[in-house]
């Protein structure tokens, strides 16, 4: 019989020879005459495949005992074609996924698969906190070893000890806990192996560390402070360059091998910095690129399965690939809802477990870590907090599950249904998927929820508040469908959902501040930016709509400074997130014409329409004051100066009491701040920018509605 399992005793794991993991001693240990003892217990793999085993056996014997609790089981006959999961081993023996009617398609050997025609998807109890205490034993070693492992990185890719230090301290504090695309502990274990030939680096290459190096560098200040390598001296402004340029060229080798953990990774990390610096197209391009390789690999299949066809999947092999999925999936929304573009990574979400079992990271400290930054020691002192990175990351990816419903749902460009039906469907979404975003709220842990009433001083660690923006953000593009019907005035649900995007606008308002005022504004992720987007377009919205009574009145002056602080925001953070420049220039060009509209009416007032276009031309040059007071703030303006923000507003909105609103005037801004961008098909076929928004959906054939409306009638809902 041919073992699979690979054991191996303490007495050959020394001697570095071969095991034949025979118990109770090996056959090297009883040729040596020494004592041979197994330190380490059979896998969980193993133990099932032995348990499936008994369970067989007892079967055929009429054993069934009826005292034993039962528990949940998927019951199968080998492996079938069960929900599209078509796993096999290729020639290497490596988990590969091709689906039955593919010609690459294989049945796992029977070796595998004779004894698994019963699979638990719940582990014994015992077995979890065992595979726990391992994770969290192997997690805390490798943390005190990190010193050694940059001493190999800096020799690897030619960069100053101090200079590598920098860059990953910048990339684990800021950019790690957002979506946790790297698993820290195998990582780092393996650059020390990436520097020794016959010890392959299952979890690292060359090109996933530059990619992070360059990812990182955004976040450095001072692009001419001067950095020394072996050969040669440059600026920080040169170094970044170089460093985006090789991770490029290295990452683009790497995906003409084959797939493997590390070259997603790389992808992942590439696509979020392209993201950030406003490169769409080839955003959209690594990130399809990753999606695929996952679905190659079988990342969106159910570990429990995979165990049944892999014994060489480790307990930290299964642990990597299930955080990796939710990075795919999480990453996945959040670039849709940028890009305005259907998502497309979303197999798997209900057979993957959420459960990570290194919590390491949520009682490890979390404190802020700036570098180099000349302002960083105006900032409060910030204590050493619990991190709850994996706590806040499981949270977020249940908010993105119900974001994916929501994007397919109600700003699908392509309902299946008649336009009459599909409103009422939509109708029904909306209640349905607002209970749900309810329900999560409610049930958010109280350590990861920062209650809008009782705001603290500090920020939690910024993971924390992005996770809170994002719900604001979620509840904003839930309800303006509503809201831009246009029948508020006519609808009691309807003007309850302009409340709560008003509400969700402040909240998102005193997040920011609150954040701000804690870590300053250069450490701005570009998920943050996009919810200062959407609250940005929300409060404009809601000043031109605004009908003249008292209670509109107070919320104007509300809604005022808090739109030009969002404005100050995406300003200070358009300098480390480049992207946002297209997010301001949206909102600008929308508040040009509001105020030139303000202007015109004024004027045709005063000289009951005989004012000539010369002299219309010339008064409408007078806004650029106006323009200055939003887009031109004072760079060195502190947090603490957002107080101030609430004096009278330059334009007089509350007096515009006989304005028309027109359908022109009152359309919201676009949700998705990337969506009109010219590329892809419209660079190819010269499409002209005055294209409708419904045509531009066709030709790019799978944007989201930017604009998605229905029909305020709610239906009945169980």
Same mark, same amino acid.
Not at 1 to 17: D, G, H, L, P, T
């Given at each position: 019989?041919?073992?699979? =399992?690979?054991?191996?005793?303490?007495?050959?794991?020394?001697?570095?020879?071969?095991?034949?993991?025979?118990?109770?001693?090996?056959?090297?240990?009883?040729?040596?005459?020494?004592?041979?003892?197994?330190?380490?217990?059979?896998?969980? @793999?193993?133990?099932?495949?032995?348990?499936?085993?008994?369970?067989?056996?007892?079967?055929?014997?009429?054993?069934?005992?009826?005292?034993?609790?039962?528990?949940?089981?998927?019951?199968?006959?080998?492996?079938?074609?069960?929900?599209?999961?078509?796993?096999?081993?290729?020639?290497?023996?490596?988990?590969?996924?091709?689906?039955?009617?593919?010609?690459?398609?294989?049945?796992?050997?029977?070796?595998?698969?004779?004894?698994?025609?019963?699979?638990?998807?719940?582990?014994?109890?015992?077995?979890?906190?065992?595979?726990?205490?391992?994770?969290?034993?192997?997690?805390?070693?490798?943390?005190?070893?990190?010193?050694?492992?940059?001493?190999?990185?800096?020799?690897?890719?030619?960069?100053?000890?101090?200079?590598?230090?920098?860059?990953?301290?910048?990339?684990?504090?800021?950019?790690?806990?957002?979506?946790? $695309?790297?698993?820290?502990?195998?990582?780092?274990?393996?650059?020390?192996?990436? @520097?020794?030939?016959?010890?392959?680096?299952?979890?690292?290459?060359?090109?996933?560390?530059?990619?992070?190096?360059?990812?990182?560098?955004?976040?450095?200040?001072?692009?001419?402070?001067?950095?020394?390598?072996?050969?040669?001296?440059?600026?920080?402004?040169?170094?970044?360059?170089?460093?985006?340029?090789?991770?490029?060229?290295?990452?683009?080798?790497?995906?003409?091998?084959? &797939?493997?953990?590390?070259?997603?990774?790389?992808?992942?990390?590439?696509?979020?910095?392209?993201?950030?610096?406003?490169?769409?197209?080839?955003?959209?391009?690594?990130?399809?690129?990753?999606?695929?390789?996952?679905?190659?690999? /079988?990342?969106?299949?159910?570990?429990?399965?995979?165990? =049944?066809?892999?014994?060489?999947?480790? *307990?930290?092999?299964?642990?990597?690939?299930?955080?990796?999925?939710?990075?795919?999936?999480?990453?996945?929304?959040?670039?849709?809802?940028?890009?305005?573009?259907?998502?497309? $990574?979303?197999?798997?979400?209900?057979?993957?477990?959420?459960?990570?079992?290194?919590?390491?990271?949520?009682?490890?400290?979390?404190?802020?870590?700036? /570098?180099?930054?000349?302002?960083? /020691?105006?900032?409060?002192?910030?204590?050493?907090?619990?991190?709850?990175?994996?706590?806040? $990351?499981?949270?977020?990816?249940?908010?993105?599950?119900?974001?994916?419903?929501?994007?397919?749902?109600?700003?699908?460009?392509?309902? *299946?249904?008649?336009?009459?039906?599909?409103?009422?469907?939509?109708?029904?979404?909306?209640?349905?998927?607002?209970?749900?975003?309810?329900?999560?709220?409610?049930?958010?842990?109280? $350590?990861?929820?920062?209650?809008?009433?009782?705001?603290?001083?500090?920020?939690?660690?910024?993971?924390?508040?992005?996770?809170?923006?994002?719900?604001?953000?979620?509840?904003?593009?839930?309800?303006?469908?509503?809201?831009?019907?246009?029948?508020?005035?006519?609808?009691?649900?309807?003007?309850?959902?302009?409340?709560?995007?008003?509400?969700?606008?402040?909240?998102?308002?005193?997040?920011?501040?609150?954040?701000? @005022?804690?870590?300053?504004?250069?450490?701005?992720?570009?998920?943050?930016?996009?919810?200062?987007?959407?609250?940005?377009?929300?409060?404009?919205?809601?000043?031109?709509?605004?009908?003249?009574?008292?209670?509109?009145?107070?919320?104007?002056?509300?809604?005022?400074?808090?739109?030009?602080?969002?404005?100050?925001?995406?300003?200070?953070?358009?300098?480390? *997130?480049?992207?946002?420049?297209?997010?301001?220039?949206?909102?600008?060009?929308? *508040?040009?014409?509001?105020?030139?509209?303000?202007?015109?009416?004024?004027?045709?007032?005063?000289?009951?329409?005989?004012?000539?276009?010369?002299?219309?031309?010339?008064?409408?040059?007078?806004?650029?004051?106006?323009?200055?007071?939003?887009?031109?703030?004072?760079?060195?303006?502190?947090?603490?100066?957002?107080?101030?923000?609430?004096?009278?507003?330059?334009?007089?909105?509350?007096?515009?009491?006989?304005?028309?609103?027109?359908?022109?005037?009152?359309?919201?801004?676009?949700?998705?701040?990337?969506?009109?961008?010219?590329?892809?098909?419209?660079?190819?076929?010269?499409?002209?920018?005055?294209?409708?928004?419904?045509?531009?959906?066709?030709?790019? /054939?799978?944007?989201?509605?930017?604009?998605?409306?229905?029909?305020?009638?709610? &239906?009945?809902?169980?």
């Amino acid at each position: 019989m041919v073992r699979n =399992q690979k054991i191996v005793c303490s007495a050959c794991r020394r001697r570095k020879s071969r095991c034949d993991g025979v118990s109770p001693s090996c056959g090297a240990c009883v040729a040596s005459n020494s004592a041979c003892h197994y330190e380490k217990s059979p896998s969980v @793999a193993y133990v099932r495949t032995l348990q499936a085993r008994i369970r067989e056996l007892e079967a055929k014997e009429g054993w069934e005992s009826t005292n034993t609790p039962t528990t949940p089981s998927l019951v199968w006959s080998g492996y079938g074609n069960e929900d599209g999961d078509s796993v096999c081993l290729d020639a290497l023996g490596d988990v590969s996924y091709h689906n039955g009617t593919s010609a690459l398609h294989a049945d796992p050997p029977r070796s595998l698969s004779e004894h698994s025609t019963t699979i638990s998807l719940t582990s014994d109890e015992s077995d979890t906190d065992y595979i726990r205490e391992r994770l969290v034993a192997s997690a805390v070693a490798q943390k005190r070893h990190e010193s050694t492992s940059l001493d190999t990185v800096s020799s690897i890719i030619n960069l100053p000890k101090d200079l590598v230090e920098t860059l990953f301290k910048l990339h684990w504090c800021w950019l790690h806990p957002c979506f946790l $695309f790297v698993y820290r502990p195998a990582f780092m274990r393996d650059i020390s192996a990436l @520097a020794q030939e016959n010890h392959p680096a299952t979890y690292c290459s060359l090109a996933l560390i530059k990619v992070i190096c360059a990812t990182s560098c955004r976040l450095m200040r001072g692009p001419e402070t001067v950095w020394q390598s072996a050969n040669s001296i440059e600026t920080s402004k040169e170094l970044t360059a170089r460093v985006v340029s090789e991770a490029r060229v290295l990452l683009a080798m790497e995906t003409l091998n084959r &797939p493997s953990i590390s070259t997603i990774q790389g992808l992942l990390q590439q696509s979020a910095r392209d993201v950030a610096c406003g490169n769409s197209s080839s955003a959209w391009l690594y990130s399809g690129m990753a999606f695929r390789m996952a679905v190659d690999l /079988g990342l969106h299949v159910s570990p429990d399965k995979l165990q =049944q066809y892999s014994t060489t999947l480790t *307990i930290e092999d299964i642990e990597i690939r299930k955080r990796l999925f939710w990075s795919l999936y999480a990453w996945d929304k959040l670039i849709s809802l940028y890009l305005g573009r259907m998502p497309s $990574f979303i197999m798997g979400a209900e057979k993957v477990s959420l459960e990570f079992l290194d919590d390491f990271t949520d009682q490890d400290p979390w404190v802020p870590f700036y /570098g180099s930054a000349p302002k960083s /020691g105006s900032l409060p002192p910030y204590p050493p907090t619990p991190g709850h990175v994996t706590s806040c $990351f499981k949270e977020l990816c249940k908010l993105c599950k119900i974001l994916t419903r929501m994007m397919l749902e109600l700003y699908n460009t392509h309902p *299946i249904y008649s336009l009459e039906l599909s409103s009422e469907l939509r109708a029904a979404s909306f209640v349905k998927i607002k209970k749900e975003f309810q329900g999560w709220y409610s049930s958010l842990p109280p $350590f990861l929820c920062i209650p809008p009433e009782n705001m603290p001083q500090l920020s939690p660690p910024p993971h924390i508040t992005s996770l809170n923006l994002m719900y604001y953000t979620a509840l904003i593009l839930l309800h303006r469908p509503h809201v831009a019907s246009g029948q508020v005035s006519l609808s009691a649900m309807a003007e309850q959902s302009r409340r709560t995007c008003q509400a969700a606008t402040t909240a998102i308002y005193d997040l920011l501040n609150m954040y701000v @005022a804690t870590f300053g504004f250069h450490h701005i992720t570009y998920m943050n930016s996009y919810c200062t987007y959407t609250a940005a377009t929300t409060a404009v919205y809601l000043l031109q709509t605004s009908d003249d009574t008292s209670q509109s009145h107070d919320s104007r002056q509300t809604t005022w400074p808090e739109l030009k602080f969002l404005l100050h925001i995406l300003q200070h953070s358009a300098s480390a *997130i480049p992207s946002l420049n297209r997010s301001i220039d949206i909102i600008r060009a929308k *508040i040009k014409r509001i105020f030139e509209r303000q202007v015109s009416r004024k004027m045709d007032s005063l000289f009951q329409n005989l004012v000539s276009s010369r002299d219309r031309g010339s008064t409408l040059i007078g806004n650029d004051s106006c323009q200055s007071a939003l887009f031109g703030f004072d760079t060195a303006m502190s947090s603490n100066a957002t107080k101030t923000l609430s004096n009278s507003p330059i334009l007089d909105w509350e007096n515009d009491t006989q304005a028309e609103h027109l359908s022109c005037w009152d359309t919201w801004l676009p949700a998705f701040p990337a969506q009109d961008i010219s590329y892809g098909s419209e660079v190819m076929l010269n499409i002209q920018d005055t294209l409708s928004p419904e045509m531009r959906s066709i030709i790019m /054939g799978s944007n989201l509605d930017a604009q998605s409306q229905f029909n305020p009638s709610m &239906p009945c809902v169980p």
